[in-house]
């Protein structure tokens, strides 16, 4: 077996690829923290690593965080041409009598999809969920059957969805982890749409007593402190507590995180930049190889070319706390020579990543090239030269 050591690999962690954003997995979290919050979850985007996580996939009340699955609906709908952001929905009687947050929209009003998101995403407005939901499906019952089906399409498997507000409901739940997978499928599918859950404020309506524009701002408390966030979403209710689904991005580098059952709103947003200065400052993401970069030269064994390249299939990042970087060995592991014929895309062998406080890493290195099978008469003659001179002679 041949094995490769890390100097040479490990160099190659510096150069800069770009990477999609993988949806994050259900596995052991990376870090330890102690949190006030009843359910958290904090991942690095890039890589879908857990680097902290508590009661991640305990079903809780999501309440105006299930309006992130609202919106994925709307922007779906624009992304494909069926809606239009100057098209305009009717608000009936039941959008204009929802209670809670509120767009304040008015019975007969035609409202422009673009205003009814701003009034979903930036003022929280129950009354814009359902005239969003009537517009789309024709009733907001129909709606929830969407989001459902939606939800599972996108890996959301302990989500249930009973109306388009978050609006107390015993079946409407959500889990920490397909909140943050929600956020990131937003982020990767709809960047176009993402800037509405960085505006600080909407203007819609008139108020009725002062006769002056009704100016909301947004509740997510991170947009208004200096630590890279630009969405995503509050929620409150009785029963689930304060809670935020949150991004920010330094660089490169983006965080999701997703706290519930907080006390305040205080709590929430002090808890919330706790975690996430936590998860840039002590925890960082490291670009080891891009899709199809060649890793190691194997020798080939009655091939018709002497070497074929070992590549790595898909681009390969790892979160890992800082401390650990020094301690990270990476090693190529095959068996020398390989014999031919070898297939372009056969795994040949595995890249081994390891460092202290980290599960081990293991990725299949594939033939980078097919390589033909010498001809008997080239067997033969590489057959002796491997006889009279070794290994090394073809």
Request: overall charge positive; charged content about 25%.
């Amino acid at each position: 077996m041949r094995v490769s050591s890390s100097n040479k690999l490990a160099a190659t962690a510096a150069f800069a690829i770009s990477l999609l954003f993988a949806a994050p997995q259900a596995q052991a979290q990376i870090g330890q923290v102690d949190t006030l919050a009843r359910q958290m979850l904090l991942i690095d985007a890039e890589t879908g690593t857990v680097i902290f996580e508590k009661s991640s996939d305990e079903r809780m009340p999501p309440s105006s965080m299930s309006k992130l699955m609202t919106a994925y609906m709307v922007f779906e709908q624009l992304a494909s041409g069926k809606l239009r952001m100057d098209d305009v929905f009717p608000v009936s009687e039941k959008a204009w009598r929802m209670q809670g947050s509120k767009m304040f929209v008015h019975v007969g009003d035609r409202v422009k999809v673009e205003d009814l998101l701003r009034g979903v995403i930036i003022q929280s407005g129950n009354d814009a969920c359902i005239v969003l939901a009537e517009g789309i499906a024709g009733s907001e019952e129909r709606f929830a059957e969407m989001m459902n089906e939606k939800a599972k399409q996108i890996g959301l498997p302990n989500s249930v969805f009973r109306n388009a507000s978050g609006w107390p409901d015993p079946d409407h739940m959500m889990t920490a982890r397909d909140l943050a997978t929600l956020a990131q499928q937003i982020i990767i599918r709809y960047p176009q749409y993402y800037h509405f859950y960085s505006e600080k404020d909407f203007t819609y309506g008139i108020d009725p007593i002062s006769k002056r524009p009704i100016k909301q701002g947004n509740r997510n408390p991170l947009l208004y402190k200096d630590i890279g966030a630009d969405g995503l979403k509050t929620g409150h209710t009785e029963a689930a507590g304060y809670g935020l689904t949150a991004s920010a991005k330094r660089g490169d580098r983006r965080l999701i995180l997703v706290v519930n059952g907080l006390k305040s709103m205080n709590e929430r947003s002090r808890e919330a930049e706790r975690l996430l200065e936590i998860g840039f400052r002590e925890y960082d993401t490291y670009k080891l190889f891009a899709a199809g970069s060649v890793v190691e030269e194997a020798d080939v064994w009655l091939g018709e070319q002497a070497k074929v390249p070992l590549v790595i299939k898909d681009n390969l990042a790892i979160t890992m706390a800082r401390r650990s970087r020094t301690g990270m060995k990476v090693v190529v592991r095959y068996e020398n020579p390989i014999a031919a014929p070898i297939v372009q895309g056969a795994p040949l062998g595995t890249l081994l990543i390891t460092a202290p406080e980290m599960q081990p890493v293991e990725v299949p290195l594939l033939a980078g090239a097919s390589v033909s099978q010498l001809g008997f008469g080239g067997r033969i003659s590489a057959a002796l030269n491997h006889l009279l001179w070794g290994a090394g002679k073809k």
